[in-house]
């Protein structure tokens, strides 16, 4: 599985972005997909993941209620909406993948097996 995010860019508080992970291959509509981010000087952080059909959803405490992810399985891609974008939600973001047939939680970041290159979200105040 190959991703690629896209998206990011220079925003102000409070302003919306959205980002969008593309993947490539065949695996994608059976795969729990995530974003995590990581700020500078930070630990990487799980932010938000779905399940295969978009009907499960986990979301960190920090970002809960102002940031939305979705799946678009015809078009093998994941989106995270960002919302009322605060100066600490500056970092870089990744999109992961871990195919799976089982149905579970998967709401770490060693659970997931393939992640993109990283899209930079830069929220000034």
């Known amino acids: 599985v190959q991703l690629q995010a896209s998206g990011g860019g220079l925003v102000q508080a409070g302003g919306s972005l959205r980002l969008s992970c593309a993947a490539s291959g065949r695996t994608f509509s059976r795969s729990y997909m995530a974003w995590s981010r990581q700020a500078p000087g930070k630990e990487r952080e799980l932010v938000a993941t779905i399940s295969r059909t978009g009907g499960g959803t986990y979301y960190a405490d920090s970002v809960k209620g102002r940031f939305t992810i979705s799946r678009d399985n015809a078009k093998n891609t994941v989106y995270l909406q960002m919302d009322s974008l605060k100066p600490e939600d500056t970092a870089v973001y990744y999109c992961?993948?871990?195919?799976?047939?089982?149905?579970?939680?998967?709401?770490?970041?060693?659970?997931?097996?393939?992640w993109g290159q990283g899209t930079l979200v830069t929220v000034s105040s």
């Open positions: 992961a993948a871990r195919p799976s047939i089982l149905t579970a939680h998967y709401d770490s970041l060693s659970d997931y097996d393939y």
